[in-house]
């Protein structure tokens, strides 16, 4: 069955850096782009980066350009997000999710999520 177990969240001051890794398992990793969600209490879930099988193709959120980079290494079957000059709006719970096909709502699976927080 298909699984995707992220890790690497926690308390961060602004300005810090960290590293999200979700390790998947259960399908060709290859086969499948991948992607990191965020969402805050009460509001909806925003797509933050996405990143084609091969890694060829990428894209981010506006407000996460030039900060984050999201990777990925076949041979470990992981996807990483590296999230530099972070900021107190960066706080939400991350999601890894796997895409169907390339586009914002092709999602059919995802992680339980990892807790960001940037804050003094």
């Known amino acids: 069955q298909v699984q995707l177990v992220e890790s690497g969240g926690g308390l961060v001051q602004p300005g810090g850096s960290l590293r999200l890794s979700c390790a998947a398992s259960?399908?060709?990793?290859?086969?499948?782009?991948m992607t990191w969600y965020r969402q805050v209490p009460g509001k909806e879930r925003e797509l933050v980066a996405a990143i084609s099988g091969f890694g060829s193709n990428t894209e981010y959120a506006d407000s996460v350009k030039g900060r984050f980079t999201i990777s990925r290494d076949n041979a470990k079957n992981t996807v990483y997000l590296q999230m530099n000059s972070l900021k107190p709006e960066d706080t939400a719970v991350y999601y890894c999710a796997r895409w169907r096909y390339w586009g914002p709502n092709e999602y059919d699976y995802w992680g339980q999520g990892t807790q960001v927080t940037v804050s003094p």
């Open positions: 259960g399908f060709t990793f290859s086969n499948y782009a």
